[in-house]
């Protein structure tokens, strides 16, 4: 994991400090791409970390960034699909977190990491420096505005998670079905970015629960599976009713 690290960190360095701008000027008026993740970065913080930071790219499954490692960057998915995770002490995988392309990821609370990160495909991802972002922030309000507004949705998931554990089996995954067609803007067929066991190890549940629930929700009418990861949703009001 040290040795890792280093080798990140270092490869970090190298493609930043030359792509680092300080006179980065603000957006004025400027608004999110269509078709973008409804979840993703504000325009002012997203063509900051544009020009400030560099765009570096993994291969699937490789790790960005490990728990307990310092929380010195800042990261936004350009493609791809990153998951945020931690092991148990049972040695089980528990996923924190899942970042769609527009997304920002790796804002901790603290100097460390409390979780780690991998690429779930292969994925480009924008890497700028915290302290460079803290720079512009003390400059530019806007900026400010926004990095308090992605703090605010972290905590939000944070709780949203907290409430999964109360949830039935049926509820986590039809909440999980209706927050990723939000999150990719699609009005009814959507691919799933993620494994089934992604699915399940983020909700808690086994992956034949998960095979099981997605079965049912077929059959009912409410949905329907093609392959592992293709969604149509056929019935959102009847989907919306079991988690209300």
Known sequence: MLA??????????????????????????????????????????????????????????????????????????????VRTYRILSDGRRQITGFYLPGEVFGLAFGADHTESAEAIADSKVVVLKRRALDAVA????????ELFALTGRELRRVQDRILLLIE???????????EMAERLAAERTYELPM???????????TIETVSRTLTALEGAAAIEVGGSRRIVLRNRAALAAMVN
């Open 4 to 81: 890792s690290a280093a080798v990140r960190t270092t490869a970090f360095h190298s493609a930043i400090q030359p792509a680092i701008r300080p006179t980065a000027k603000p957006l004025r008026g400027a608004s999110p791409a269509a078709g973008k993740s409804t979840d993703a970065a504000g325009a002012h913080l997203s063509e900051t970390m544009r020009l400030m930071g560099a765009t570096m790219s993994f291969a699937r499954n490789s790790e960005i960034f490990g728990e307990d490692e310092p929380a010195d960057y800042l990261y936004k998915v350009v493609n791809g699909c």
């Open 195 to 205: 494994s089934r066991q992604d699915i399940a190890d983020y909700l808690g549940l």
């Open 138 to 145: 003390d400059r530019d309000a806007a900026i400010t505005r």
């Open 168 to 178: 039935s089996a049926q509820e986590r995954v039809v909440g999980f079905l209706l």
